[in-house]
């Protein structure tokens, strides 16, 4: 097979990750976040709990407790020996790590949409449910965005650890052509490139889904005079 | 029958904030609930929406009854009934509380289609109210482009979406320009002459006497004075007096 092929196979594979990571993370991100605001306090101390381990723990130590431990535990509890594959452990693993600090990010992006937001739905007879749904969340979305995006952006990075627990990503491909050829400097300036290449489009992505969240801020009304407005952006702080 | 209001009473947390709060309200009238900052105005208009849920007495209000504290039934029924109620009673906050991300006319369209009109009806309901609100030129607008006065005319056209038969507002000229106050005074008496039962909290006297038709006055969580409009020119009691006078 052709260098050409095998590189955009791991780039592919290194999208496949940070994608699925980053929709996982999300999901689990906005589990974290609601729990921690949640008005059980065990629930919400148990997450802050969890979501500080995550934070206080180095990444590659996290991805090798996912991979190595869940096989471990899967063979205590079954005793069996169930070997997860690296794409779903890496997975896992780099979509916790995204979850814990995006999920403070949407913490705070939640707590700045005015209470009165809700209480206007409220009033109007509109059922909670739906009033999260669409009067929450997309607000909550616009505040959450930057930091989220910052995440991104280091999750795709993040994604060249799992290499060491032999995903064929991007990393792996350069490391493995450079020690063939012996020609380091070229291959993993490649790959370099490519991670260069996809950051910035993201960047480009992220600048326009930006633009689009605050389209209804256009007017100069909106800063100083809008009473149901605040223009706190709390989700830049987390990164 | 509009609204009757029985022994409600109300505390935050040891403090008292409403006392014993009885009144009557028939239907159609506009009653302006004048106080000092602090007696408790706010608290009390949000209980008529159930906002803010009472600690004990009873609410009659739009032909459905609750009383207080509710009992421990199914707690959803009680929610759905909250829910029922709101769609009858509407409310028009001091600070609008417009959604930003939506334009004018889908604030106005969320409440109704939610609750199962069709998108066409809501669109042409919407059109009227705005049409009736002199805002027909802002349906596709952001509500942040808006001034503080044209939102508050989306406020209260989003609140007549649902067709209530009681509107609430808190302090609806507070955020306002005193050259407005005047276009709020003419909407609210429209409002009056098509049959709508109104409660206005307000700070002002003069805003009150020209829409009034009952005033209630509160005292630190207490009704120290109501009665019909007459009573700004012949109030009752000290204490009133000395409001009026400020
Ligand atoms: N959610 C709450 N928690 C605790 N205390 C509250 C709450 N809401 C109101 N209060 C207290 O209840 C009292 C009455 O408040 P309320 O807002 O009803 O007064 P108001 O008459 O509307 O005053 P203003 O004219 O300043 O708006 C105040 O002492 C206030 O601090
Ligand atoms: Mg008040």
Redesign the pocket.
């Known amino acids: 097979m052709g260098l050409t092929t095998l590189f955009a196979e791991a780039t592919v594979m290194t999208l496949g990750l940070a994608l699925s990571s980053l929709v996982l993370g999300l999901l689990m991100a906005l589990a974290f976040s609601l729990a921690e605001l949640s008005r059980c306090k065990p629930l919400a101390l148990a997450t802050s709990t969890v979501v500080a381990i995550l934070r206080g723990l180095p990444e590659i130590l996290v991805v090798f407790f996912i991979y190595f431990g869940s096989t471990h535990a899967l063979f205590l509890l079954t005793d069996e020996f169930i070997e997860i594959s690296p794409f779903v452990a890496g997975t896992i693993a780099l979509s916790l790590i995204y979850s814990a600090y995006a999920s403070q990010t949407l913490r705070g992006a939640f707590m700045a949409v005015p209470k009165g937001q809700t209480e206007a739905a409220v009033a109007l007879g509109i059922s909670r449910f739906h009033c999260f749904f669409r009067i929450i969340l997309p607000q909550t979305w616009r505040h959450a965005l930057p930091g989220l995006g910052n995440q991104w952006l280091v999750l795709l990075k993040d994604t060249a650890l799992v290499a060491l627990i032999g995903v064929h990503d991007l990393l792996l491909q350069a490391r493995m052509t450079a020690a063939s050829t012996y020609e380091p400097f070229t291959w993993y300036g490649i790959a370099a490139l490519i991670y260069l290449a996809i950051t910035l489009v993201s960047q480009n992505i992220l600048e326009r889904m930006k633009s689009r969240s605050n389209r209804h801020l256009t007017s100069s009304h909106s800063v100083t005079e809008g009473p149901v407005e605040k223009t706190v952006s709390p989700g830049e702080a987390t990164a | 029958m509009g609204i009757a209001v029985q022994s409600l009473s109300k505390s935050?947390?040891g403090?008292q904030?409403l006392r014993d709060i009885s009144f009557s309200i028939s239907k159609g009238e506009t009653t302006v609930l004048l106080?000092?900052?602090?007696?408790?105005?706010?608290?009390?208009?949000?209980m008529l929406n159930l906002l803010?849920s009472p600690d004990q007495g009873s609410l009659h209000i739009a032909d459905m009854a609750f009383s207080f504290p509710q009992k421990k039934s199914p707690s959803s029924n009680a929610s759905t009934k909250a829910c029922q109620l709101r769609r009858k009673v509407g409310m028009v906050f001091q600070q609008y509380h417009l959604w930003p991300h939506m334009t004018v006319l889908e604030n106005l369209m969320e409440a109704p289609v939610q609750q199962g009109m069709s998108k066409a009806e809501a669109r042409d309901k919407a059109m009227g109210l705005l049409e009736r609100m002199g805002l027909p030129d802002k349906v596709n607008a952001w509500p942040s482009s808006l001034s503080g006065g044209q939102q508050q005319r989306v406020a209260i056209a989003r609140a007549l979406m649902l067709s209530p038969e009681v509107l609430l507002f808190?302090?609806p000229t507070a955020a306002l320009d005193p050259a407005i106050t005047n276009q709020v005074v003419e909407i609210i008496n429209e409002l009056q002459a098509s049959g709508i039962t109104m409660v206005v909290?307000t700070?002002e006297v003069d805003f009150a006497r020209k829409i009034a038709s009952r005033v209630v006055y509160?005292e630190n969580?207490e009704i120290v004075e109501q009665g019909t409009a007459e009573r700004f020119t012949a109030p009752q009691t000290g204490a009133f007096k000395r409001y009026l006078q400020h």
């Open positions: 935050f947390g403090h904030v106080g000092s900052s602090g007696a408790g105005k706010s608290t009390l208009l949000r803010e808190d302090e909290v700070h509160l969580g």
